[in-house]
């Protein structure tokens, strides 16, 4: 079965930091883009962060450049975010989502594949 | 930054009758290579997203064929044939001709 689990989540203060981490498993994790998506309480989904199969190539919304890094362990069928500097506004549940795309000569589609998600909490 | 927004926000629909949402983007999602980088999700309650449609028009694995997509350019539209109790929820349209890509504010649907 093709499954992504998060986990990491937590309360944090602003200006702090957490890794999140997201296991796969059913499927050639090295094979896919993938992606982290977060949903604020009570609001729509943001794309937050992409990564390309070889983890060269990586993408994020500009709330989020120079704070978070996106990462990826393809011998061990993870995906990472590190979350630096954080922000009220990043309190949010957080999405490990895999991309349709799984060629390396594909672009981002759209995520075919999505975790339950992995709340992250930022109050002081 | 592509902006996307949808209409209506929300729906109430009754079973077996239509449905339909549109979806436009600030620019045109159409790639050099031909394909408009427009997809659909569903966000049942309680649930993670789903995808329903890719490249404007595909169906995602498994999704049922009542659901369709058309457009090009700047607009976009999502048909439900034939509405079931099961497709209440949010839909989003996102674009993925950016990377990362953006979403639309979402359209609740709810059944009358």
């Known amino acids: 079965e093709v499954q992504l689990e998060e986990s990491g989540g937590g309360l944090v203060h602003p200006g702090g930091s957490l890794r999140l981490s997201c296991a796969a498993s059913?499927?050639?994790?090295?094979?896919?883009?993938m992606n982290w998506v977060r949903q604020a309480p009570g609001k729509g989904l943001e794309w937050v962060a992409s990564?390309?199969?070889?983890?060269?190539?990586?993408y994020y919304v500009d709330s989020v450049k120079g704070r978070f890094l996106i990462s990826r362990d393809n011998a061990k069928n993870s995906l990472y975010l590190q979350m630096n500097s954080l922000r009220v506004e990043d309190t949010a549940v957080y999405y490990c989502?895999?991309?349709?795309?799984?060629?390396?000569?594909?672009?981002?589609?759209?995520?075919?594949?999505w975790g339950q998600g992995t709340t992250v909490t930022v109050s002081s | 930054d592509i902006v996307m927004t949808q209409s209506p926000l929300s729906l109430s629909v009754t079973p077996g009758e239509p449905a339909s949402i549109s979806c436009r983007s600030s620019q045109s999602l159409l790639h050099r290579n031909g394909y408009n980088y427009l997809a659909w999700f569903l966000q049942k309650p309680g649930q993670s997203p789903q995808l329903l449609i890719y490249l404007v028009s595909n169906r995602a694995s498994g999704v049922p064929d009542r659901f369709s997509g058309s457009g090009s350019g700047t607009d976009y539209t999502l048909k439900i044939s034939r509405v079931e109790a099961e497709d209440v929820g949010v839909y989003y349209c996102?674009?993925?001709?950016?990377?990362?890509?953006?979403f639309g504010p979402g359209t609740k649907v709810d059944i009358k």
């Open positions: 996102m674009q993925a001709l950016q990377t990362p890509g953006t």
């Open positions: 989502a895999r991309d349709l795309c799984s060629s390396i000569s594909c672009r981002p589609l759209g995520m075919d594949v």
């Open positions: 059913g499927f050639s994790f090295s094979s896919y883009w």
């Open positions: 990564i390309k199969q070889d983890g060269d190539e990586k």
